[in-house]
Every structure is written in C-alpha cells, then in structure tokens.
C-alpha cells in the first residue's frame, strides 16, 4: 500500500468490554491451569510508561491481581515497590515464583485477596480485569487500598485498527480485543473519576511465535483436537499464503497499551 493510501475500513470491530458471568470466568479461566509456562514465554510484557502512569507518588507497597506469571508484577518490582502477587492459577503462580523470588505469591483472586485492609498503595490488574467480577473485585481493591491509594487496570491489546491485525485476531478467537477503553474498565463505587493513557505500539514477533499466541489463549486452550487443527491451519494459510511471510520472518505486531488509573476516595 503506497504512502497516500488509506486502509480500507475494518468491519465488526468490537465495541464493548468483553462482559463474562461467574460461570464462564470458571471455565474459561481454568484453561490457564496448565498453561503458565507457555504464556509466560509468550505474551508481551508492558511499554514503560504504564508503570510510571499508574504508581501514585511516594507509594511503597503494591498489590498486583491476576498477576499471572508475573509481566507486568516484574515491571512493579523493578520500579522498587514491595509487590504481593495475587493469582488463583498454580500453573502461573509456580512460574512466579521461579523468575521474582522476591515477591510474595498469594492464591487468591480479585474478588478474595487475603491481603489485610489498608495495606497497600496501588492495585494493579494487568490483562486480567474482564476474569473478576467488577464490583466484588473493585470492593475489594478499596478494602486493601490506604488512603489516597491507586486501582489501575492495565491492558495490551492487539491493535484491530490494523486491517491485517483484525482478521489476525479473528482467526486467534482473541475475545480480550475491545475499543471502548472506558467501558472496559468499569469500577465500583469508591472511587474517583478515571484517569486513561493508550499509546499504540508493536512487538517483535515471528510467524511461529505467532502460532505460539495463538496457543496461549483460552479458546485455544479449551479447544478440541479438531478445532485446534483447523484454527492452526487457518492461521498457517493466512500468515504463509495470503500475506506472503517466510518461516521465521521478523514482524512488527501492532499493539495498543492501554492503562485506566482510580484514586480511593
């Protein structure tokens, strides 16, 4: 497509936040439970200035939720915050706890911390919000929280602006992509207006390593056999034949980082 072009407009782009009862969490969240390693070495971590948006001043303690293997928990560290990772899954708690020996793993999810009220100055929920439910896990966010605390939600998202990309996530089945960044991070009460940064970005990635997201997402996950081979064999035509990529080309995966911060009231 040459310089002047415009791309041609995507069509059913998602307009809310994806929106699952206690049920579907439970069932679609179990399929994490033995996929911790394999998510680990595969998804993205966080653009910098996500931390430095969402850690209030002088903050010391911080509570990451639906920390997962630990992506966004390792960025907390690094900024020097002492961090309690809360994450239900032991398939990603055990990865936790290999690469941030540090920190505190805690089984437990947003809804039930077991960490004591008023104990920490941040909440951060990186990619994980839509498996909590919003006003049990934002109660207990408050509870946690001391006074002039921050509940950050933190997303990466595949950039479905990107014609290519959004039939890309299409063949993924990647139900987390939405465009209503304000519906997505709905909050209970107790807390102040919300605060949103979104910077679009890319991520380095091979046709392989593609196939390796593919593999860590739910749908995936709790897939049958069959459905798995043609999902790959999909995704085999689409990146090989139809857009002409090599094994082990190098791409630029367009992403948009997206964080929502909360002051306590």
């Not at 001043?57 to 990772?85: E, P, Q, S, W, Y």
């Not at 398939?91 to 805690?106: F, H, Y």
């Not at 304000?182 to 046709?207: I, K, M, S």
């Amino acid at each position: 497509m040459s310089a002047g072009q415009q791309h041609p407009p995507v069509p059913n782009l998602p307009t809310g936040a994806p929106r699952l009862n206690a049920q579907a969490r439970r069932e679609l969240g179990s399929a994490f439970e033995t996929a911790g390693r394999e998510y680990h070495e595969v998804r993205p971590g966080y653009p910098a200035w996500v931390t430095d948006f969402v850690v209030p001043d002088g903050a010391a303690d911080a509570a990451d939720i639906g920390a997962g293997t630990g992506l966004f928990t390792r960025d907390l560290v690094a900024a020097g915050l002492n961090v309690f990772a809360v994450e239900p899954s032991a398939s990603m708690r055990s990865v936790l706890e290999e690469t941030l020996p540090g920190v505190v793993a805690i089984d437990g999810t947003g809804e039930s911390t077991g960490l004591p009220a008023g104990s920490v100055d941040l909440v951060s929920v990186a990619q994980a919000w839509h498996w909590m439910d919003p006003a049990e896990a934002s109660a207990e966010a408050r509870r946690i929280l001391r006074p002039g605390g921050t509940l950050a939600l933190i997303w990466n998202q595949l950039d479905v602006t990107v014609p290519w990309v959004h039939r890309l996530s299409r063949i993924m089945h990647a139900g987390d992509v939405q465009r209503n960044a304000l519906a997505a991070a709905g909050v209970g009460e107790g807390f102040g207006a919300a605060e949103l940064r979104e910077e679009a970005w890319a991520d380095a990635v091979t046709p392989e390593s593609l196939f390796e997201l593919c593999h860590s997402r739910s749908y995936y996950l709790r897939a049958s056999e069959a459905v798995r081979a043609k999902v790959d064999a999909n995704l085999g035509w689409y990146l090989y034949e139809h857009l002409g990529h090599a094994p082990g080309e190098l791409l630029e995966l367009p992403y948009s980082a997206l964080a929502v911060r909360f002051a306590a009231r």
